[in-house]
């Protein structure tokens, strides 16, 4: 057994030239490159969301990342939807949060989500050996220019459908994200209601349609026997998301952080109203305010659009009853630390665990 899971995980490292076949979240508000750079060091692969910034935002963190670390790092690029924003609710939302703007010395703007190309095109710029993908994959074209790069493409999933999707579309490493996992969920092909599958149940057959294609589990990879039950079906690594939340690097503020171990199994819930994206999240004071206001929720990224300044200013004045505080649902045995202390103690001890 120890030789089978040791090989699994080689055929994750060896394809992104890394040693220990651990992958981070791109946690929107939460990674920072110095995250990033810490995984690296610890021998995974971090990743940087782009999320909302703009291409000179995302040259100026790559170049961030790159005096901290020689080691291979990713950037993650969010696919848009295919279904058009609704720019009434959209502007509800906006109307409404008047008198809290006014509050937090907020101007009353929406945030400037920059268009797919634009950061495409600093990502193409940008020299990272890979780009992972949120929400979707990529369009032909786009992974044509990637592919002519000899960058390796990344991408998430809900369901076996969506895995098949995206070998197809040219992914070389399929991140099979369970219900339990905090952040948004990265259906793409089915609806919420058919993308709700547990971790232990979605990687058998992922695994299977993915053939030769490495599978990363992503959702409750708290610990090396977490990693090592999903590796016994199939995964080749797993993906860090909330288990680095209470980091030295997250950017997190300090009273978030000191909530999560208080934070148990039936904490979180699942809602669309703070980025207009289905998140499991802990129901903060603003989110429990905007599912009781009876606004239609606009679909992403329109409601982000309308939060984005709002969430900035709260962290800047310390206001985390006003921040989405996305969590998974085994948070609360996050680890204090430095994120590379944090994954070389889990690295080591998922190579204690493979001998035993």
């Not at 030789?3 to 994750?12: C, D, H, P």
């Not at 703007?101 to 890979?130: N, Y």
């Not at 982000?304 to 996305?326: G, T």
Request: charged share 20%; hydrophobic share 45%; with cysteine.
């Amino acid at each position: 057994m120890q030789k089978k899971l040791s090989e699994q995980a080689q055929r994750l490292t060896s394809l992104l030239g890394i040693e220990a076949p651990l992958i981070g979240a791109p946690m929107m508000r939460a990674t920072t490159p110095e995250m990033v750079a810490g995984i690296s060091e610890a021998g995974g692969l971090g990743v940087m969301p782009c999320g909302i910034m703009n291409a000179d935002g995302i040259l100026s963190v790559v170049k961030r990342i790159k005096t901290l670390t020689s080691k291979p790092f990713a950037l993650n690029i969010r696919v848009f939807p295919r279904a058009a924003e609704d720019k009434v609710a959209t502007k509800n939302l906006f109307d409404a949060l008047e008198p809290l703007r006014e509050e937090l010395g907020v101007a009353h703007q929406m945030a400037d989500i920059p268009a797919f190309d634009e950061q495409f095109e600093a990502i193409l710029s940008a020299d990272v050996p890979v780009v992972s993908f949120s929400f979707g994959g990529p369009r032909e074209i786009y992974a044509e220019a990637l592919e002519a790069r000899q960058i390796l493409m990344m991408g998430a999933v809900n369901s076996t459908r969506e895995a098949k999707v995206l070998k197809t579309a040219g992914c070389s490493v399929i991140i099979a994200q369970g219900i339990e996992a905090g952040g948004p969920r990265q259906y793409f092909e089915n609806p919420l209601e058919g993308s709700q599958i547990g971790l232990m149940a979605l990687l058998p057959p992922v695994v299977r349609v993915c053939g030769d294609t490495p599978v990363v589990a992503a959702g409750a990879m708290m610990s090396a026997q977490h990693v090592c039950a999903a590796m016994m079906l199939g995964a080749c690594g797993a993906q860090l998301g909330s288990l680095l939340l209470r980091s030295e690097e997250s950017a997190w503020p300090q009273s978030l952080k000191d909530q999560i171990p208080w934070c148990d199994d039936a904490a979180t819930r699942l809602s669309d109203v703070g980025t207009g994206r289905a998140t499991r999240l802990i129901p903060t004071g603003i989110i429990e305010a905007l599912s009781q206001a009876g606004l239609a929720v606009s679909s992403y990224p329109g409601q982000l659009r309308v939060l984005a300044p709002i969430f900035a200013a709260a962290i800047a004045q310390n206001r985390p009853d006003l921040l989405e505080m996305a969590l998974g649902q085994a948070a609360q045995t996050a680890p204090k630390g430095t994120t590379c202390a944090i994954v070389t103690k889990l690295f080591n001890d998922l190579k204690d665990c493979w001998s035993e």
